[in-house]
Each structure stands twice: as structure tokens, then as C-alpha cells.
């Protein structure tokens, strides 16, 4: 059950795009189309931005989009914005039944 | 609007118990797996323990395995977390979560402190 991997910190200005990764095993990311990203500001409980790699839940903008390829799931931001700053997480179902997230990462709007 | 709501939580010595409740509406809690995601202080977010909506069915992270267990009130619309034995690396934030299908988790509470120390 080890963690999957995300760069500690990404950083971009107003209006640019950036794009988080999320690299697994193929008993995790890549077995399975059950990736979910999560938006965590400080002090705040964990908010559901994206499932199933790609799906939207209601009311979370078309700015944030999921893909996947292989082991590796990213999640792309654009038209960044000063309220995007924030700490994102992925997470994965487990061949195992079980779960697990990333390590997470900081996001700086400059 | 749906809302889960934890209690329990505080100050336990290490090898101490606790139990944490998540009181849970807006939604028919029967029909959902649910969840508890923890985070130590300053670190990730950690997947701790599922249950199926009839409670048949329990998964575990390997760290808790033995010393935590999940369970569920359906009558009571409420989750709970039996710990046991506790460690100082399981201090943390316990969130109270709803399972989607073992897949995402869709709604979480806002977490209660659970601190393990002498």
C-alpha cells in the first residue's frame, strides 16, 4: 500500500495552465479507471474535484479536467486562479480493495 | 444538504482507546459505503478504513489492521471508529467520509483531532 507519487509543489501565474501527476502501479492507477482528485485548502475538509479519471461532479468548473495514461493520472487546471491555491491529492481503488492517495501537492497561483 | 458531523475525539495516552462517531444526514445513509480518511498533522491525506452499506464488508489500511475497527448504525444514520492500542503515529485529523461504490469519496466531514500522547 504504498502512496502514489505527485510532485511536492507546481506553481503558476493568473490564467496559465498547469498540470498535476499522479504515477501509480498497474495494480492501482493503471488497472483501473477509478482515479479521484481532491482540492484541500488550509484548515478545510478535502473537496471532491474529479472521479472515474475524468468525470466532473456538479458545480466544480470546467477549468479542472482529469486524464490518464497507463500508470500516471494528471489533473490540469487552466484559466488558473488565485482561489486555485490550494493542496490537491489523488487517490486510487487498489487491486486490493482498498485505497490510496497521493502524497499530495501545493499549488502556488504566483 | 447533506452533512456528517464527527465527535470523539482528544487527548489519549499511547496503548489507549478511543471511539469516534460520524452522525450523518441529508442522504439515505443505508444505501452508501462510507469511510475514514485520516491526515497527521502537516502531512498527506491517508485512506484508513471502508464499510458496505449493510456492514458486511470491511477493508482496512495494513497500519490499523487489528487495533481499529468500523462499524455502522444504519437505524442511527451513523458511522463509527473503534480504536484500540493507539500509537503516537496515529495522531491525526479523522475525516468521516461517503464511499462512492469503493471509488471517490463525495462528501466528507470536517474532521475531529485525535491526539495520541503521554
Known amino acids: 500500500q504504498s502512496a502514489l507519487t505527485q510532485p511536492a509543489s507546481v506553481s503558476g501565474s493568473p490564467g496559465q495552465s498547469i498540470t498535476i501527476s499522479c504515477t501509480g502501479t498497474s495494480s492501482d492507477v493503471g488497472g483501473y479507471n477509478y482515479v479521484s482528485w481532491y482540492q484541500q485548502h488550509p484548515g478545510k475538509a478535502p473537496k471532491l474535484m474529479i472521479y472515474?479519471?475524468?468525470s466532473r461532479p456538479s458545480g466544480v468548473p470546467d477549468r479542472f479536467s482529469g486524464s490518464k495514461s497507463g500508470n500516471t493520472a494528471s489533473l490540469t487546471i487552466s484559466g488558473l486562479q488565485a482561489e486555485d491555491e490550494a493542496d490537491y491529492y489523488c487517490?486510487?481503488?487498489?487491486?486490493?480493495?482498498?485505497?490510496?492517495f497521493g502524497g499530495g501537492t501545493k499549488l502556488t497561483v504566483l | 444538504e447533506v452533512q456528517l458531523v464527527e465527535s470523539g475525539g482528544g487527548l489519549v495516552q499511547p496503548g489507549g482507546s478511543l471511539r469516534l462517531s460520524c452522525a450523518v444526514s441529508g442522504f439515505t445513509f443505508s444505501s452508501y459505503y462510507m469511510g475514514w480518511v485520516r491526515q497527521a498533522p502537516g502531512k498527506g491525506l491517508e485512506w484508513v478504513a471502508n464499510?458496505?452499506?449493510?456492514?458486511?464488508?470491511?477493508y482496512y489500511v495494513d497500519s490499523v489492521k487489528g487495533r481499529f475497527t468500523i462499524s455502522r448504525d444504519n437505524a442511527k444514520n451513523s458511522l463509527y471508529l473503534q480504536m484500540n492500542s493507539l500509537r503516537a503515529e496515529d495522531t491525526a485529523v479523522y475525516y468521516c467520509?461517503?464511499?462512492?461504490?469503493?471509488?471517490?469519496?463525495?462528501?466528507w466531514g470536517q474532521g475531529i483531532l485525535v491526539t495520541v500522547s503521554s
Open positions: 472515474d479519471v475524468s
Open positions: 464499510i458496505k452499506e449493510n456492514g458486511s464488508e470491511k
Open positions: 487517490s486510487s481503488y487498489t487491486s486490493s480493495s482498498t485505497r490510496v
Open positions: 467520509a461517503r464511499d462512492r461504490l469503493r471509488k471517490y469519496f463525495d462528501y
